[in-house]
């Protein structure tokens, strides 16, 4: 007799195990010889390895269907269960992006973030341009472990430049590693949605999710992975020309930014417009502009986004008519009213 633990990952354990367990129902009743039991993610299975094994199949093949199709009926079961392939296939919810820890949906919640899954499929690169709170970051690296699930890449990269943004290095404690993480968090946190932790230190422990500074990208040539630029407005012009060049034939990149939040030094430029301009009509580079109205955050976020644009716009309208205004000229004629304008005659001796 063996035991092992089968865990239901990446998909909704309600569309898994059905209402009231009538999926997981059917599933048990096909393997008589094994004992069963259901504990939330996992389920732990006792009786011979063969029997173990295809179980171990089934359940593959299930959580492919959901993870496909986004719902799964029980016909669908008994059907994968016989050894024929499922008919009346469901249509997928398009805005749906993958499932995370205990089924958790991930998806799209706004017609910009459509439009980059759609973009992401069609191009290798996609810039992702907006302000804070548009759910950018978030979507592109859901993208990333969909592809990373789905085995279309073998690795993820995700990369930020390690900019200060009125705050120094050297205040935080710690290595060099554990003054550059806190800069690198939102990305662990997206990624803490959307994988199992276990399975998640794993995957970094071995390098197939690998976080790093972009200064770490000099030199490599990155292949077969799905590379995120995040934060790409603290990229210096040389930084981005740098990353853009890294990018193996085979890999896919999603590079996000918020033109309004540049955190360089003021003589340092941004190469984030300059490569958008650059590379605006490259065959395979795609531009996705995010908005106030795809700000996800708390209602007044969207506010505040758009009370600070105002601000920007009227700066920038200003400076603008102040440098338009011509000077102006004093033409009057020069007088010599005063005693210190009028020439003294000469002395006749």
Known sequence: MSETTVKIEGVSLVEFYGANNAKFDVLKRSFPKLKLIPRGSKIKVIGSQ????????????????????????????????????P??????????????????????KTPNQMRMITE??????????????TGKTYTAVALAVKALKNKVVRKIVLTRPAVEAGESLGFLPGDLKDKIDPYLRPLYD?????IDVEKLNYMMTNRIIEI???AYMRGRTIDNAFIILDEAQNAT?????M???????????????????????????????????????????SHVHLNSEDVIRHKLVKRIIEAYQDAEDKEEEEFQNRGKKKPI?????????????????????
């Open 50 to 85: 063969e029997d173990i094994e295809v179980f171990e199949n089934n359940v593959d093949k299930m959580i492919d269907f959901v993870q496909k199709y986004g719902a799964m009926k029980v016909s669908h079961v008994e059907e994968m269960l016989a050894g024929s392939e």
């Open 87 to 108: 008919t009346n296939i469901p249509q997928r919810k398009e805005n749906i992006i993958l499932y995370g820890p205990n089924g958790k949906v991930i998806k799209a």
């Open 120 to 133: 992401s499929d069609y191009n290798d690169i996609v810039f992702a341009i907006g302000p804070a709170g």
């Open 190 to 194: 997206a990624l803490d949605d959307m």
């Open 212 to 214: 790093a500074p972009l």
């Open 237 to 241: 012009r040389s930084q981005l020309k």
């Open 243 to 285: 990353f853009l060049t890294r990018i193996g034939p085979s890999a896919k990149t999603i590079i996000t930014g918020d033109l309004t939040q540049i955190d360089l030094p003021r003589n340092v430029k941004s190469g984030l417009r300059q490569s958008i301009n650059i590379l605006k009509d490259i065959k395979g580079i």
């Open 329 to 349: 000229l004093n033409l009057k004629k020069p007088t010599s009213n005063s005693a210190e304008e009028e020439v003294a005659p000469k002395e006749v001796s």
